[in-house]
């Protein structure tokens, strides 16, 4: 009876640890480059803004704006 109070209070005693454990994760925000000139972009630009290269294009489908590179739009079945 003693072994299995200590091993709840064990069990126990881990999930609070676990619960009130704060996540120290550095959200970091990402820095996009152009594929061409290597200037900062931003996520949601068409052309670069530094050598005008085209960075996104309409999809066939569903006309919103992907990245040239992509074969397939992620938002079209």
């Known amino acids: 009876m003693i072994l299995v109070g200590i ?12 619960t009130y454990e704060q996540c120290n994760c550095i959200s970091e925000k990402v820095e996009l480059k152009c594929f061409k000139c ?7 630009y068409i052309y670069c803004p530094h050598c005008k290269e085209r960075l996104k294009r309409a999809c066939e489908g569903c006309g919103r ?3 040239i590179f ?4 992620p ?3």
């Open 65 to 67: 704006m992907i990245n």
């Open 38 to 44: 290597g200037e900062d972009i931003e996520e949601d």
């Open 7 to 18: 091993l709840l209070i064990s069990v126990y005693s881990i999930s609070k640890v676990h």
């Open 70 to 73: 992509w074969r397939q739009c």
């Open 75 to 77: 938002y079209c079945e």
